[in-house]
């Protein structure tokens, strides 16, 4: 019952939390240099001053800022997302095509990042001080300061120029088949670049985040005590301090989580993934309001889900933290 009124009460602040949003994004995008209709009109090969007051009438660009504003949050509240103007599609049915694409690649990259850093993040304290953590704080600061599309660019150079192992672009391979367990393996290979470029930097974070809480842990009593208990070492690490530890850890997951989106723009311009950020990126180019507003409130509620997804974890965690409060 805790958990349902906490839940109902991150609804009810989610619904405040989005409009802001929407409204914050609109005003942004309307101040941003350039004309939509004149940039419409010049990719038709018109520059008709009619064709451009035909255009801007068609897509309300005509009418006053407040009353455009006031359109679009009606809209949104009936699940209308507009118009793509450019592909002429409504902007649900494109987030929705590329969709599940992102949530795969964010998807993958999250656990691979979370689990393998919190694993370095484990060992490396276990090893303080020691060749093990040194070569793991290594690993975890290049991979923090190397920029996602340089490593990206040079996966690319290694695994498909120099080596031919993996594809370089796309989320599949064209004509492989519609189905079964050779799309699945074709598409896991087309994956794995993008997934390990996007999660290698919050695989860094992750260990090293994991690593300060787990000797912070290790020098409390309760630690102590377990030892003096005569407890096996690596019942005390799991249950104790691994326990203790990674609470941080996950409050910290569940907040980047959402922004992995932002992260997934770089990734999926690279490996022409088909997904939402290359989707955003393109409608940026071309001035799709309607698309990029549509695209900045998916990312605003997958932000969102996954606080209140990581709140609840925490009671999965450590029980002795209410979720209701």
């Not at 090969?45 to 064709?51: L, P, S």
């Not at 907040?255 to 723009?265: D, I, K, R, S």
């Not at 940026?284 to 409130?297: C, S, T």
């Amino acid at each position: 019952m805790a958990t349902l009124e906490f839940v109902a009460r991150r609804l009810v602040w989610a619904v405040f939390v989005i409009l802001g949003i929407i409204i914050v994004n609109f005003i942004l995008l309307r101040l941003a240099p350039g004309d939509p209709a004149a940039i419409m009109a010049g990719q038709a090969g018109a520059t008709d001053e009619q064709y451009i007051a035909q255009l801007r009438a068609q897509f309300g660009l005509d009418r006053p800022l407040h009353v455009q504003l006031y359109t679009y949050i009606f809209d949104v509240a009936r699940l209308d997302l507009g118009f793509s103007a450019r592909q002429q599609v409504p902007v649900a049915d494109l987030i929705f095509q590329r969709m599940p694409a992102t949530l795969l690649l964010t998807g993958v990259a999250f656990l691979f990042s979370l689990g393998v850093g919190i694993l370095l993040g484990a060992l490396a304290s276990r090893r303080a001080g020691g060749w093990a953590d040194s070569f793991i704080t290594v690993l975890a600061l290049a991979a923090y300061a190397t920029p996602i599309y340089w490593l990206g660019l040079m996966l690319i150079l290694l695994f498909s120029v120099w080596l031919g192992w993996l594809p370089a672009y796309g989320m599949a391979t064209i004509g492989g088949g519609a189905g079964g367990l050779a799309y699945s393996l074709d598409v896991a290979r087309h994956l794995l670049m993008p997934a390990l470029t996007l999660g290698l930097f919050y695989m860094a974070v992750y260990a090293r985040l994991t690593r300060a809480s787990m000797l912070e842990v290790q020098d409390q009593d309760f630690v102590k005590t377990a030892k003096a208990k005569g407890l096996p070492d690596w019942r005390i690490t799991r249950a104790h301090v691994l326990r203790n530890a990674v609470l941080p850890v996950i409050s910290y997951a569940g907040f980047q989580a959402g922004h992995l989106v932002g992260g997934a723009v770089l990734v999926e311009t690279v490996f022409g993934w088909p997904g939402i950020g290359r989707l955003a990126f393109d409608a940026l180019l071309q001035r799709d309001y309607n698309l990029l507003l549509g695209v900045f409130l998916f990312t605003a509620i997958m932000v969102i889900v996954f606080n209140i997804i990581t709140d609840i974890v925490y009671t999965l965690v450590d029980p002795r933290i209410e979720v209701g409060r």
